[in-house]
């Protein structure tokens, strides 16, 4: 519960901005890491189910969450409002068609998609580079996540549980984050703005990703020199 208590202060703090979307994230990564570190499954079912039930009632009780959640299912029912950014966005990714109308040519980004340049900058990818680009920035996305688990997997064969969890945790909030924001681009979640990591354009959003893959990489650099330490030991033994 220790782990869970500072989720939520961080959660709440969030809240207050308010910044609902970076609060499920964060909520969503530390239950993640908290199931992987092997709490009881009905202690992990019930803390999922109050986190959800509050997640529900912040939405239902918050009119402009509620919109979002809503308008997402149908936004050309009013494309000039509440609808506008997500078919705009729309629209883009479907001028892509299969190999895109080329890198910087995108239209969209012209004014007609707002924050095409951080929160729907998928989208633009989408129209500039197409299906094929689309599924090469996807496949980078798990070629990340995936290194990342392994990892973890191997802080866990060594029994360093730090960097292992620390592992786990940076997958799956770029797993997370990656998915959430292509999801709202494509029109599958509801509009959320949260920055694709690496993609987006903004300052503190690169820092704080660059700084997130340098523990990543010295947790993998702490294993190898731990691993060829190991194997130098057993050669003089």
Same mark, same amino acid.
């Given at each position: 519960?220790?782990?869970? =208590? +500072?989720? =939520?202060?961080?959660c709440v703090l969030l809240l207050l901005q308010p910044d609902f979307g970076a609060a499920v994230v964060l909520m969503s990564v530390g239950l993640g890491m908290i199931f992987l570190a092997g709490v009881p499954v009905w202690r992990f079912g019930m803390l999922a189910a109050l986190c959800a039930g509050a997640a529900w009632l912040l939405i239902v009780g918050s009119p402009y969450r509620w919109q979002r959640l809503t308008a997402f299912l149908n936004p050309w029912a009013d494309p000039f409002n509440t $609808? @506008? #950014?997500? /078919? #705009?966005?729309?629209?883009?990714?479907?001028?892509?068609?299969?190999?895109?109308?080329?890198?910087?040519?995108?239209v969209q980004k012209l004014f007609y998609l707002p924050e095409a340049h951080t929160d729907f900058v998928f989208a633009v990818l989408a129209e500039e580079l197409g299906l094929v680009g689309v599924v090469c920035v996807i496949a980078l *996305?798990? @070629?990340?996540?995936?290194? =990342? @688990?392994? +990892? $973890? /997997? =191997?802080g866990l064969r060594m029994g360093r549980? @730090?960097?292992? *969890?620390l592992a786990y945790g940076v997958a799956i909030w770029l797993a997370l984050q990656a998915f959430?924001?292509?999801?709202?681009?494509? $029109?599958?979640?509801? /509009?959320?703005?949260l920055t694709l990591?690496?993609?987006? *354009?903004?300052?503190?959003?690169?820092i704080m990703t660059l700084i997130t893959f340098a523990l990543l990489?010295?947790?993998? *650099?702490?294993?190898?020199v731990a691993k060829v330490a190991a194997r130098a030991t057993g050669e003089e033994a």
């Open positions: 519960m220790i782990p869970v =208590a +500072i989720l =939520a202060l961080a $609808g @506008f #950014q997500l /078919t #705009q966005s729309l629209i883009a990714i479907g001028r892509g068609e299969w190999f895109g109308v080329g890198l910087g040519s995108s *996305y798990s @070629f990340v996540v995936w290194r =990342a @688990f392994c +990892i $973890g /997997t =191997a549980l @730090f960097a292992a *969890y959430i924001n292509m999801g709202v681009n494509m $029109g599958l979640l509801p /509009t959320k703005g990591p690496l993609l987006s *354009y903004g300052g503190s959003s690169l990489l010295r947790a993998d *650099y702490e294993l190898r």
